[in-house]
């Protein structure tokens, strides 16, 4: 088992900056690829961010050039958020699969443990 502790969210004006943060316990060695999603009340959970256990990375569209993802050797995981816009309002989740997701972020059934979410405000 993989637990998963997300922290970093908030409320902060467009064009501001956060750092999510996702602490991972448990039997970590099987974390081989993880993520970031983010999903709004009413909407379906979306993948942001991936990162492969060779560290390849992956982002949706509506996030890359501003979002980095990143771990540490305690597969801890990261989401560093530049120019952050209104419509980067959500919760978001970090997530672990103990397969190797391939090419891309992966969907939501590819991971098999979740945090319970922090949450990100962006105001204009």
């Known amino acids: 088992q993989v637990q998963l502790q997300e922290s970093g969210g908030r409320s902060v004006q467009a064009g501001g900056s956060l750092r999510l943060s996702c602490v991972a316990s448990g039997d970590t060695y099987y974390a081989y690829s993880m993520a970031w999603f983010r999903q709004a009340p009413g909407k379906e959970r979306e993948g942001v961010a991936g990162?492969?256990?060779?560290?390849?990375s992956y982002y949706s569209d509506s996030v890359k050039g501003r979002f980095t993802i990143s771990k540490d050797n305690a597969k801890n995981l990261y989401l560093q958020m530049n120019s952050l816009k209104p419509e980067d309002t959500d919760m978001y989740y970090c997530?672990?699969?103990?397969?190797?997701?391939?090419?891309?972020?992966?969907?939501?059934?590819?991971?098999?443990?979740w945090g319970q979410g922090t949450q990100v405000t962006v105001f204009s």
């Open positions: 990162i492969a256990s060779d560290g390849g």
């Open positions: 997530a672990a699969t103990i397969h190797t997701v391939v090419g891309g972020i992966g969907l939501i059934d590819d991971y098999n443990y």
